[in-house]
């Protein structure tokens, strides 16, 4: 069977470093606490005058909207668990 999978692996371990990077990225993107922090600190922008009310308003509007999907993606991979 090891040698099997040997003889395997240049088709398969190109999809699985693909599957492994996918699954890091998708972990960091929807990452709620790294989302939260980034409104926290474009909010902190336009506190110290770096950014003006249009751009914190497009930002952060832009920003729930990813942490809605994050809170989405996150029941739908508890819900994989249970299965």
Not at 20 to 41: K, L, S, T, W
Not at 76 to 81: D, P
Request: hydrophobic share 40%.
């Amino acid at each position: 069977m090891g040698l099997l999978k040997l003889l395997a692996f240049p088709m398969t371990g190109p999809l699985w470093v693909a599957k492994v990077i996918r699954d890091d990225a998708e972990r960091q993107f929807y990452d709620e606490d790294a989302i939260r922090g980034q409104i926290a600190r474009l909010q902190e922008q336009f506190r110290a005058g770096e950014i003006d009310a249009e751009m914190l308003d497009r930002e952060e509007e832009a920003l729930f909207e990813r942490l809605l999907d994050a809170r989405e993606y996150r029941r739908r991979q508890e819900e994989a668990q249970e299965y």
